[in-house]
């Protein structure tokens, strides 16, 4: 099952980028780009929720519908 999981991405000043959420505590990814980091997150919530299954936790999340809108990120 696909859950909707609300990610917050800034650039540090370092000039790497940090994403962490709210819906999954825990959750702290950080990549050379923006899209690193998002996919590094992707992976870090699974396993988070991977293993909060198995304590039977649930992070009630929101389910995906047949239509959502999504952020595209492209870079020129």
């Known amino acids: 099952m696909e859950q909707i999981i609300n990610i917050h991405v800034e650039k540090l000043p370092e000039g790497v980028f940090l ?29 988070l929720m991977e293993a909060r299954a198995e304590r039977k936790g649930d992070l009630n999340l929101t389910e995906i519908k047949d239509s959502f809108d999504y952020p595209l990120i492209v870079s020129a």
């Not at 825990?26 to 996919?39: D, M, S």
């Open 19 to 47: 994403a962490t959420s709210d819906d999954v505590p825990g959750l702290v990814a950080q990549g050379r780009t923006a899209t690193e980091a998002i996919e590094i997150a992707r992976d870090v919530a699974r396993k």
